[in-house]
Nanobody, 123 residues
Framework: QVQLVESGGGLVQAGGSLRLSCAASGRTFSLGAMGWFRQAPGKEREIVGTIRWRTSSTYYADSVKGRFTISRDNAKSTVYLQMNSLKPEDTAVYYC????????????????WGQGIQVTVSS
């Protein structure tokens, strides 16, 4: 079992930046990949991006490509989501997720989830 705790959310003006952190604990040795997802009111949960623990290879949704960056610190068992050039449409609850699968991309590939953290971007 892996426990995930997000932090760093809040309110920011359009064009600003935020960095989300996700600290993993428990059986972190079982993790192959981590992902960030988000869900806006009235919308389906969508993938933001993923990172593989061992290779640091990343994947990003087209909507955030070039603006968001996922990184990880293996020593701290923490992944980060750096969000730049934020837009009002980025407003959502952001979720950190963990998977035992190295190539996880779909929501169902992730078995461990954080509680979610609110990110609000004002226009």
């Amino acid at each position: 079992q892996v426990q995930l705790v997000e932090s760093g959310g809040g309110l920011v003006q359009a064009g600003g930046s935020l960095r989300l952190s996700c600290a993993a604990s428990g059986r972190t040795f079982s993790l192959g990949a981590m992902g960030w997802f988000r869900q806006a009111p009235g919308k389906e949960r969508e993938i933001v991006g993923t990172i593989r623990w061992r290779t640091s290879s990343t994947y990003y949704a087209d909507s955030v490509k070039g603006r968001f960056t996922i990184s990880r610190d293996n020593a701290k068992s923490t992944v980060y989501l750096q969000m730049n050039s934020l837009k009002p449409e980025d407003t959502a609850v952001y979720y950190c997720a963990g998977s035992t699968y190295f190539y996880a991309r779909a929501t169902n590939d992730f078995g461990s989830w954080g509680q979610g953290i609110q990110v609000t971007v004002s226009s």
